[in-house]
């Protein structure tokens, strides 16, 4: 099984920035997709960023042009640089890993999140 563990959240101010790392570790081959997701309370949890392996971006409209989602596959981590932050950004930050196991099963893991919280 794999663990995604997330951290880089906080507390920010309207149009600040922060960085957040999600490292995956365990026993896999591989990992196909890195994303990520955020949630609010009383709302479903929305995507934010996903990026295949090798593939291309993919960003919610709310977030283009500020968020930018990278990946170390060299160290099986994945990375969301969010800048210009508002405060509609403030949510539980998830990181989600498509991961194909030793038994060569494709399974979605979920970290077990991060909270960003923007401030007028």
């Known amino acids: 099984q794999v663990q995604l563990v997330e951290s880089g959240g906080g507390l920010v101010q309207a149009g600040g920035s922060l960085r957040l790392s999600c490292a995956a570790s365990?026993?896999?081959?591989?990992?196909?997709?890195m994303g990520w997701y955020r949630q609010v309370p009383g709302k479903q949890r929305e995507l934010v960023a996903t990026?295949?392996?090798?593939?291309?971006?993919n960003y919610a409209d709310s977030v283009k042009g500020r968020f930018t989602i990278s990946r170390d596959n060299a160290k099986s981590t994945s990375y969301l640089q969010m800048n210009s932050l508002k405060p509609e950004d403030t949510a539980i930050y998830y990181c989600?890993?498509?991961?194909?196991?030793?038994?060569?099963?494709?399974?979605?893991?979920w970290g077990q999140g991060t909270q960003v919280t923007v401030s007028s």
């Open positions: 365990g026993s896999f081959i591989s990992i196909n997709a």
């Open positions: 989600n890993a498509e991961v194909v196991s030793l038994r060569r099963n494709v399974y979605n893991s």
């Open positions: 990026m295949p392996n090798g593939g291309s971006t």
